[in-house]
């Protein structure tokens, strides 16, 4: 199926300018008002399944890519690209596990946890779902290079989809010594060309946003709005587990927002085409360190105000933060960001789906990551500030324990060992130097290693010890 340019466009996210771009086109930002962007479609144009239930007969073909991928499954509710263009590495095979363990720690009845855990994707992180899009759409475009600025796992995505495909080579832009070693080993083994900018995220995406536009480069950071497309579908594949129904919260990790904004267009577009009764509520966590969201949303109380954003306020807000020199700071190094690029848009999707926004402490996110890892999913620190976030959310009374949550854990465990370890340890200078400097003071769900003897009596006794 062809897609005709008047069927899938670009959009701008303002209503008051709504500035339209050719899907063809490789953009960031609206021309005439320099806002966001949106992919629209002409949905009475296209053909959309009269429910999601009959996205289940993809299952019955998934010796097909498109229909074994998590996120071209639903290619009916993201057109933007003709099939035979779409580069899937099959990703999006993601699990929706309950977890009573975990419903427990947060203040949860059984049965009303679910964690959605995407660090199953080839990459390790949701990353792969927005990348297989954005990679496609520069595909489709003939990009022959792209690139992002990361704090480890965008780049660990883009840098997988240029391994596998040889389509494109990956330029990324890290931090300094701002990413973890497990997801800055992917970008080397992968191949990835690797600029370590001095500085932040921040730094990083101002610098890779400058270079990209002069040398030309695809950028596949989620202010390219075909990201967000693939992105989507998370929130797909969440309805899908739970049988189509929606449930009452979803409880997100907020960095770039990209996720978060890309939830909101889900549940918007769904809702249009009458593919769902009610959306649910959605809570985005921020770091307390990295938490612009938080500060703008819920104490400046800004809002979307039908796309009329006070935008001098936000400029304000960052000039405050440069005349203070203050830089984002937190253990969960993948949502260390205080200038999200798709602030806009995430304000769109509080609005859409009646959203809130809470920010957690190192400890609680460190403390959070320990019982999701206890009960056997494992994850990275940022994700876990989904679970620590529906435990504030629940001990403050905004989300009851018979109410139905949904937490998504962005990334697989392994991306940052480091901090696991360091919560686990015995070795209190380590904790101190990696933890304590971070405000994390003690380490309630450490399961310590016990040192012991190569001796055979010492090992037996160890273990009788400690059964
Ligand atoms: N969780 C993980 C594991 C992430 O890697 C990120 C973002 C987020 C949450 C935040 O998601 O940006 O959609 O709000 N990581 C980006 C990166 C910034 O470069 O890998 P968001």
């Known amino acids: ?18 500035a339209t771009y050719d899907i063809g086109e490789a953009r960031t930002a609206c021309g005439e008002c320099d806002g966001l962007l949106d992919v629209a479609y002409d949905w009475d144009r296209l053909p959309v399944p009269s429910s999601l239930k009959e996205f289940e007969k993809k299952w019955s073909r998934r010796n097909e890519p498109l229909c074994k991928s998590g996120v071209w499954r639903f290619h009916d509710l993201l057109p933007f690209a003709p099939p035979e263009k779409i580069v899937t590495i099959g990703e999006g095979q993601t699990l929706l596990a309950p977890s009573d363990g975990v419903a427990q720690y947060i203040g949860l009845n059984a049965g009303q946890l679910f964690l959605q855990y995407e660090g199953m994707n080839p990459s390790g992180s949701f990353k792969d779902n927005g990348m297989t899009a954005a990679f496609t759409h520069a595909h489709t475009i003939g990009a022959k290079r792209a690139a992002c600025a990361s704090t480890g796992n965008t780049s660990a995505s883009l840098a997988l989809y240029c391994g596998v495909s040889k389509l494109m080579q990956a330029v990324i832009f890290i931090g300094s010594g701002k990413i973890s070693y497990g997801k800055l080993s992917q970008a080397l083994d992968y191949g990835a060309l690797t600029l370590q900018i001095s500085g932040d995220f921040d730094d990083a995406m101002h610098r890779v946003r400058q270079v990209s536009e002069q040398l030309g480069i695809y950028l596949v ?49 769904l809702k249009e085409l009458g593919l769902i009764d009610r959306v649910p509520r959605l809570a985005i966590i921020n770091a307390a360190g990295a938490d612009t969201l938080y500060q703008l949303f819920e104490v400046n109380g800004q809002r979307w105000n039908g796309g009329d954003i006070d935008r001098a306020a936000t400029t304000d807000y960052y000039e405050e933060l440069d005349k203070n020199h203050s830089r984002a700071s937190t253990i969960a190094s993948a949502i260390e960001i205080n200038r999200p690029v798709n602030y806009q848009k995430c304000l769109r ?71 696991t370890v360091a919560y686990h340890t015995t070795d209190q200078d380590e904790f101190n130097r990696i933890l304590g400097s971070r405000g994390v003071q003690r380490a309630e769900f450490a399961n310590r290693a016990v040192a012991v003897a190569n001796d055979l009596e010492e090992i037996v006794r160890a273990i009788q010890l400690n059964s």
């Not at 897609?3 to 209503?15: H, K, V, W």
Request: hydrophobic share 40%.
């Open 221 to 269: 950071n989620s202010v390219n709005p075909f990201r967000l497309e693939g992105q989507k579908t998370i929130m797909y594949r969440v309805l899908e587990s739970l049988d189509w129904e929606v449930p009452d919260w979803i409880v997100v990790p907020g960095g770039n927002l990209g996720n978060s904004s890309a939830f909101g267009k889900a549940f918007m577009e």
């Open 1 to 18: 199926m062809a897609i005709s340019t008047d069927q899938a466009f670009q959009r701008c996210l303002s209503p008051s300018c709504g």
């Open 349 to 419: 999707a509080l609005d859409v789906c009646d959203g809130v926004v809470w920010e957690v402490t190192d400890q609680q996110i460190l403390d959070a990551k320990a019982q999701v890892g206890a009960h056997g999913l494992g994850c990275e620190p940022a994700s876990a500030a989904s679970v620590a976030g529906a435990k504030l959310l629940c001990s403050e009374g905004v989300i009851a324990p018979s109410e139905r949550v949904v937490c998504i854990l962005t990334g697989h465990q392994l991306k940052d060992p480091t901090a």
